[in-house]
């Protein structure tokens, strides 16, 4: 049994019987990102993947701009949680201890304990890419999730996030108890890993704030697709920061809210309600 569950035994009550059951939960552990022997933050997140978390951490928090800023990652089990102990190369060491802050957050949380209100709300980096997409391509963006979600075809409570690409599919994507944190985990892989999101989508199982999009800027990557509505702060910061958002995605529909330029018709698209006149009118 993977260590980001656990089984449970909870009594299933209905009006014609109660009985006791068998259940998967997830597990929600403290992990402490300590850079250069102070720590930083104190994230609640699934245990598991956590390589990944504090260097796509390290990264979408601008710790870090590349994987050579690392010397080295330990992964210390505490008796009350996780330390990922991030060792940074001197560039990297110097610029971190310039703008150290601490924080505690809750699940996933991604701005508790920001000193400022220009700290939130930084200036967003610009996502400058080429690439074009049809219908079909966005469709088989979401189509290409939930299958590789392990951990929440057990639990029903994880969220995931993807980076797919026309031409490769599903490239990686990661799960975790929190949004924030997943998204992490995949920007961690992404950098352990060489993967460009540069020509690529993420894709998302939540809602979209304004951080998931700061960080998919970060990444470089144009478009964000998810399954749940935007915050009307999301949307603003993915049209300056040059991202195509897409949100409330169904097997068969999306809604697209900012730079719909990347989105073509697709010739071959059959049974669509979409014609192609009405496409190139709408977007």
Known sequence: MSEALERTSPLKVSSAKCERIGRMI???????????GVTHAVMLASPVDIDDFAIGFSFTEGKISCLDDVVEVDIVPRENGIEARVWLAPRA????????????????????????????????????????????????????????QVLNAQVKAMHAAGLWRKGDGLVALREDVGRHNALDKLAGACVRNGAEASNGVIVLTSRVSVEMIQKAAKLGAPVVVAVSAPTALALRTAEAAGITLIAIARDDSFEVFTHRERLRHSPEQKNSTLKENAFHEAC
């Open 26 to 36: 997830p597990e929600e552990t403290p992990i402490a990102l300590v850079y250069d």
């Open 93 to 148: 060491g110097v610029a971190n201890a310039e703008r150290r802050r601490s924080l505690l957050g809750p699940t996933g949380c991604g701005l508790c304990g920001v000193e400022s209100l220009d700290a939130a709300l930084p200036v967003v980096q610009q996502v400058e890419s080429d690439l074009a997409l049809n219908v079909e391509d966005v469709l088989a963006a979401i189509d290409s999730v939930m299958p590789a």
